[in-house]
């Protein structure tokens, strides 16, 4: 008869967020973790409340319609026909929510300004021209310098925590040299 397995090894939780399709972003946790070299193992997944929440032949299992920016943790556990063995335990923080309202102003001839919304559970920013990344910034604005004179540019921005980097925020557009005053 078998030994009852070892608490599965090398468990790894990886975050993704999906586009929101009434505003809202949903995000899951995919954990995975090595199989057990005992013969036939179920794993069981639990949540932090001690609650089984799923069990899979695989070595893998998705946790879907989780909250944004929200630390969670996981234990997995491996059965055989001996018993259940000792959990695994894996806690991350999902990704954080897109900026909203980013906002692109020509400062001078050859600069944009792009501005936005606060995200309170960020710790930096991305800033995007089309799919390149042109920048990072610590706070809501970041300047894009040597542009060209009359060139319309649009920027988008992403918020980034310990759980990864958001989607992508609806773009920011200004022509470079085109000042505008603020009211």
């Excluded at 954080?96 to 944009?112: G, K």
């Excluded at 920013?125 to 009359?150: A, C, E, K």
């Amino acid at each position: 008869e078998p030994e009852i397995p070892e608490a599965p090894t090398n468990l790894i939780a990886t975050c993704s967020q999906e586009m929101p399709t009434d505003d809202v972003y949903t995000n899951a946790i995919t954990l995975t973790w090595d199989a057990d070299a005992t013969a036939e193992t179920t794993y069981h997944i639990y949540d932090e409340a001690d609650n089984k929440i799923g069990q899979t032949g695989e070595t893998s299992f998705t946790i879907e319609g989780l909250e944004c920016a929200t630390r969670y943790c996981y234990y997995v556990s491996a059965e055989n026909e001996t018993g259940e063995g000792a959990k695994a335990e894996v806690c991350t923080t999902t990704i954080t929510e897109a900026p909203q309202n980013v906002v692109a102003r020509s400062t001078d001839e050859t600069t944009i300004n792009l501005s936005w919304d606060l995200v309170e559970t960020a710790t930096c920013y991305n800033v995007y021209f089309n799919d390149l990344l042109v920048g990072t910034s610590t706070t809501t604005s970041f300047d894009i310098t040597g542009l060209t004179t009359g060139g319309y540019y649009c920027h988008s921005v992403t918020a980034v925590n310990e759980g990864g980097e958001s989607e992508k925020s609806a773009v920011g557009c200004a022509e470079a040299g085109d000042i505008q005053l603020e009211t």
